[in-house]
């Protein structure tokens, strides 16, 4: 009997969780898909490789520039003064740290860039979520890359709820 009774009610509750799980529908994106395989995105991806192709250029002319004085560097060690040594040395020094502090303004200009010409895109994509949301009966759409929830429905949201029992029961904290 006690057996009966307990697949009886494990029946129930499974049914009845599978009818309230029915009743909601979830949907889930990934913004950075959409970003990458959207024609705006891939337009934004195309402009900012234009940028880095151009930076890629510039920087092999330096590195060629860079081997030459190297090189020369090297080879006329043995000719110069310790003092003209010294001096050409610390000149290629010099063109180094530029040529390192060139790439590492580049790769920060490459990522605001990259920021800049994407975030663009997130409120048209929020739109079309949001379109998407309401017009298929969505309760929620979560974003599996970031774990954001760029729709939900409002009628689900609890959060006057929560906070007027919060109230209740702690009050203000002084």
């Known amino acids: 009997m006690k057996k009966?009774?307990?697949?009886?009610?494990?029946?129930?509750l499974v049914l009845y969780g599978t009818c309230a799980i029915a009743a909601d529908k979830t949907g889930f994106i990934n913004i950075k898909l959409i970003l990458f395989q959207s024609q705006a995105g891939k337009d934004a991806a195309q402009k900012l490789k234009?940028?880095?192709d151009k930076k890629k250029v510039f920087i092999q002319e330096k590195e060629a520039e860079l081997k030459t004085l190297k090189e020369d560097l090297d080879k006329q060690r043995a000719v110069l003064t310790e003092n003209a040594y010294k001096e050409k040395e610390l000149d290629y020094q010099k063109k180094?740290?530029?040529y390192k502090r060139f790439i590492e303004d580049?790769?920060?200009e490459m990522q605001v860039k990259e920021q800049e010409l994407f975030q663009k895109l997130i409120p048209e994509i929020m739109k079309v979520v949001t379109a998407i949301g309401e017009k298929d009966d969505y309760t929620?759409?979560?974003?599996?890359?970031?774990g954001?929830?760029?729709?939900?429905?409002?009628?689900?949201?609890i959060t006057d709820?929560?906070?007027e029992k919060y109230n209740k029961?702690?009050?203000?904290k002084k």
Do not use: C, H, Q
């Open 169 to 172: 029961e702690y009050g203000s």
């Open 161 to 163: 709820e929560v906070v």
């Open 106 to 108: 580049s790769n920060e």
């Open 148 to 157: 954001i929830l760029p729709y939900y429905s409002k009628e689900k949201d």
């Open 50 to 52: 234009g940028i880095v």
């Open 4 to 12: 009966t009774l307990t697949v009886l009610i494990i029946a129930t």
């Open 96 to 98: 180094f740290r530029d």
């Open 140 to 146: 929620m759409i979560m974003d599996i890359g970031t």
